[in-house]
């Protein structure tokens, strides 16, 4: 079964560190650019980061840039989302997301496979 599945979602204190991983079941994620987006309640979906499959482009959304970093290990087939000095309103679930297009954009459009999504809470 194809599948990607994050991990690595928790509780933190405001100013927290968390590193979220997003692993592929069943296909390599080797070719396709991956993006993370979150939901927080009540709020759309949006996109957070995007990377291509070589790691020569890499988008950040303007909320989170300078705090979050995206990154890839072809030879774990992994995408990890590094998230530090976290605030309450990064407080959403995260999904990871992948493209065959590898062309790295936030839009959601352009994602064919997606996660179910990890939790992660900013306590103030």
């Known amino acids: 079964q194809l599948q990607l599945v994050e991990s690595g979602g928790g509780l933190v204190q405001s100013g927290g560190s968390l590193r979220l991983s997003c692993e592929a079941n069943g296909f390599t994620l080797n070719y396709s650019a991956i993006a993370w987006f979150r939901q927080a309640p009540g709020k759309e979906r949006e996109g957070v980061s995007c990377?291509?499959?070589?790691?020569?482009?890499?988008r950040y959304a303007d909320s989170v840039k300078g705090r979050f970093t995206v990154s890839r290990d072809h030879a774990l087939n992994t995408v990890y989302l590094w998230m530090n000095n976290l605030k309450p309103e990064d407080t959403a679930v995260y999904y990871c997301a992948s493209s065959a297009l590898n062309m790295p954009s936030l839009q959601q459009t352009i994602y064919e496979f997606w996660g179910q999504g990890t939790q992660v809470t900013v306590s103030s």
């Open positions: 990377i291509s499959s070589t790691g020569a482009l890499i």
